[in-house]
């Protein structure tokens, strides 16, 4: 996972989208230098989308699957070609089941108690979630306290005007939603919104 973080931090979530528009969307992505992507399993269609863009960009992309709620999901997953698996809650099951797979677990955490039971089943990294219901000085704080090498992702309310702010309290990545896609954005909006986004990236992270 860390290789995929140093080429890009950034992490597309693109809740809501549909099938046809997914390759379109996710060569924008590309094109701006996004190299992660994940589709919930709450957008319509979601395995569909995942097998398109796997088969289109899995062997330059990592390509998976947010909002995976059971093990069993993380099966159909894996089918499909998806190789990322993130959760929005700490259930350290689902993080034993991707990494039987061989996958990237990125599950949720909001305290240290559920982040510990994750690194212990496995997880690759771990999803600060909601971040805004939280704040860089607890991430800040939360990292003193993990292992060495701990890569916490935060997610939610992330935006060109505060991943400064996150870098500096030890982020080692950012999960991206509405401010690089939601429904109704063409492939043009999703790509000016994910350039924007990588331009505050390499502000902040040089090279």
Known sequence: MKI??????LIAILRGVRPDEV???CAALEEAGVVIVEVPLN?????????LLAENFGDRMLVGA????TPAQVDEIAGVGGRLIVTPHADPAIVRAAKRLGLFAAPGFFTPAEAFSLLQAGADCIKLFP???SNPAALRGMRAIFPPGTMVIPVGGIAPDN??????????????????????DTAEIVGRKAAA???????????
């Open 23 to 25: 390759i379109g969307i």
């Open 131 to 133: 971040a805004e219901g």
């Open 43 to 51: 957008s319509p269609s979601p395995m569909e989308s995942i097998r």
């Open 163 to 184: 991943i400064a702010i996150w870098h500096e309290a030890g982020a080692a990545g950012y999960g991206i939603g509405s401010s690089i896609y939601k429904p109704g």
């Open 197 to 207: 986004l990588v331009a505050a990236c390499r502000a902040v992270r040089p090279g």
């Open 66 to 69: 947010g909002t995976v709620m």
């Open 4 to 9: 995929w973080l140093e080429r890009s931090p």
